[in-house]
């Protein structure tokens, strides 16, 4: 694994978006799997500028999202598709049609599943991921767990998650209560892993997840057998690995 040291969220973002735009004028028919929450947005910013500077053009490229609620339409506002046009595609010029999520409105999960890992596949498979992490090492919706999952793959939301989310919805009952992910295995498919990582709370998990043993209770640990992950991380994330760098 690379660890790459950033100061900060803003320079962890640069260094992160410049790894994906050299990706991309490398490899303009990048098939490139991407990420939502707060990690990855200052990187969609990052590129944004240098999409509307002409440094780099997404016109050729493929986009996977790892994971979407299931039962969310693609307009509504709490949906992935939802936040992931807001924050990057309306502002870039991936095609539509080369632009793939989890369909939420789908509910028969097994066909969904199947449907999205055909695709993954038939693109090729992914050629740079990018991941964020969960505070207990999860990544995409892969919580921990006793086995890393394999495919794409419905997973019930835990009830903090079910809980932390109610804020955002009209009543309890519209809270999506599961969700479509990339499995581990689709992950560590990918030909290049890039996982960004800032703040000081993430620190402890930072240290398990990158320098622990390798188990699905902490399923980023599986990054370590990956051949070519980075891990974009700033100080105040890597503030608990002092002795191990
Ligand atoms: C997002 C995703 C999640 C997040 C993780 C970190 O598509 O799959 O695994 O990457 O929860 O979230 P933030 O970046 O908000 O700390």
Redesign the pocket.
């Known amino acids: 694994m690379k660890i790459i040291r950033a100061k900060d969220y803003n320079d962890m973002s640069r260094k992160a978006a410049n790894i994906i735009s050299a990706q991309v004028i490398l490899k303009p028919d990048s098939v490139l799997g991407l ?5 990855p947005i200052g990187i969609y910013e990052q590129l944004i500028k240098w999409y509307n500077k002409g440094d780099v053009d997404f016109g050729a490229c493929t986009t996977f999202n ?2 979407e609620y299931r039962g969310l339409t693609a307009d509504h506002d709490q949906s ?1 598709h939802y936040f992931m046009h807001k924050n990057f595609f309306d502002a870039i010029n991936v095609p539509a049609e080369r632009i793939n999520l989890p369909d939420g409105a789908q509910l028969d999960a097994e066909r969904e599943c199947a449907r999205y890992d055909a695709a993954i596949r038939a693109a090729g498979g992914i050629d740079l991921q990018l ?4 505070l207990n090492g ?4 892969n919580e921990p767990d006793e086995f890393f999952s394999k495919g794409t793959h419905c997973v019930d939301l835990t009830e903090s998650t079910i809980e932390a989310n109610k804020r955002f919805f009209a009543s309890a009952d519209d809270v999506p209560r599961q969700a479509y992910t990339m499995g581990v295995q689709t992950i560590m498919l990918a030909r290049r892993i890039v996982i960004v990582v800032s703040g000081e709370n993430k620190a402890d998990i930072v240290r398990q997840a990158f320098f622990g043993p390798v188990t699905p209770r902490v399923p980023a640990t599986i990054l370590q057998l990956h051949t070519d992950v980075s891990v974009v991380a700033d100080e105040a994330a890597l503030s608990k690995c002092g002795d191990l760098l």
């Open positions: 990420a939502t929450g707060s990690s790892l994971d992935y991941l964020g992490m969960g999860h990544i995409g919706f």
